[in-house]
Nanobody, 112 residues
Framework: VRLVESGGGLVQSGGSLRLSCKVS????????IAWYRQTPEKERDFVAE???????EYADSVKGRFTISRNDAENTVYLEMKNLKSEDTAVYYC???????WGQGTQVTVAS
């Protein structure tokens, strides 16, 4: 399974971004896809997941601001991020729950 993230960039505090995770396999054959994020000072932290049956989970720090969704026809998982804060600055990665592959990451920088 190969994963390719995109959509990162520089945004002002309070702004929005939508990240994409393109999956090389049919996402209907994968138990779930998750987003993680990492800063130089911290380990890679869980952000959100979407399971095959459609259930979602979020880290407390992003609940109410981030939304994970998927497009089955395009084998793509999205992370819609709103009301961004400086502490959301990180490299965002997606990961599959089939074999645990990681993408290369996409940088999100929130300027305060």
């Amino acid at each position: 399974v190969r994963l390719v993230e995109s959509g990162g960039g520089l945004v002002q505090s309070g702004g929005s971004l939508r990240l994409s995770c393109k999956v090389s396999e049919s996402i209907l054959s994968i138990p779930g896809i998750a987003w993680y994020r990492q800063t130089p000072e911290k380990e890679r932290d869980f952000v959100a997941e979407i399971r095959l049956e459609g259930t979602t989970e979020y880290a407390d720090s992003v609940k109410g601001r981030f939304t994970i969704s998927r497009n089955d026809a395009e084998n793509t998982v999205y992370l819609e991020m709103k009301n961004l804060k400086s502490e959301d600055t990180a490299v965002y990665y997606c990961r599959d729950y089939l074999i645990g592959s990681w993408g290369q990451g996409t940088q999100v920088t929130v300027a305060s």
